[in-house]
């Protein structure tokens, strides 16, 4: 993979620590952006988006079917924290996340959301590396693919192996 391909984006809280981790994003009928020229491209749409890493899906909502002029592709069968839907929707769509990081040819599922008319779930965020700080205010970082492990247990052994007042040496991967 080249180093074109690698994405970023971070989002902060506007102030203290987030209950609700949320951001815009851009979506779109599916297309492949390789393949098809700037001008046939469908148009994209901006939309509020929120992470769920409780969800194994990306969802959508009726303002974004509408506004994308999006067609179903079939019906699923969907499990939620109350049990189960009847049948939803599914569509092909591409959706922009914020500093480019682009997700092409995704099915997601035709839903109610509160607060949202997108959901960014576990089919997205699997495909990378997800972490949330939350010193003074949170800040979420996304980066697209996976690059290495995040591993707070080694990280705190490695602390407390330098002892009080000395900075422990960065592993090298």
């Not at 393949?35 to 409780?54: L, M």
């Not at 969800?55 to 069968?77: E, H, M, R, W, Y």
């Not at 509160?114 to 010193?135: C, F, K, Q």
Request: include cysteine.
């Amino acid at each position: 993979m080249t180093p074109k391909e690698f994405r970023a984006l971070s989002i902060y809280a506007k102030t203290g620590l987030a209950r609700v981790l949320a951001s815009d994003c851009h979506v779109s009928a599916a297309f492949d952006p390789a393949t098809t020229p700037a001008a046939r491209q469908p148009t994209r749409q901006k939309f509020s988006a929120i992470w769920d890493t409780g969800a194994s899906g990306s969802v959508i909502t009726q303002n974004v079917v509408d506004a994308c002029g999006l067609k179903p592709i079939t019906f699923t069968k969907v499990y939620h924290g109350g049990g189960a839907t009847d049948l939803a929707e599914v569509y092909l769509v591409n959706i922009l996340l914020l500093n480019n990081v682009q997700i092409h040819t995704l099915q997601v599922t035709k839903l109610n959301i509160n607060g949202a008319d997108v959901l960014i779930g576990m089919d997205i965020i699997a495909m990378g590396d997800l972490t949330i700080s939350n010193v003074g205010r949170t800040v979420m970082s996304f980066r697209i693919p996976s690059l290495g492990a995040v591993d707070y247990v080694a990280q705190t052994k490695q602390h407390k192996a330098a002892g009080p007042g000395k900075k422990s040496k960065k592993r090298r991967r």
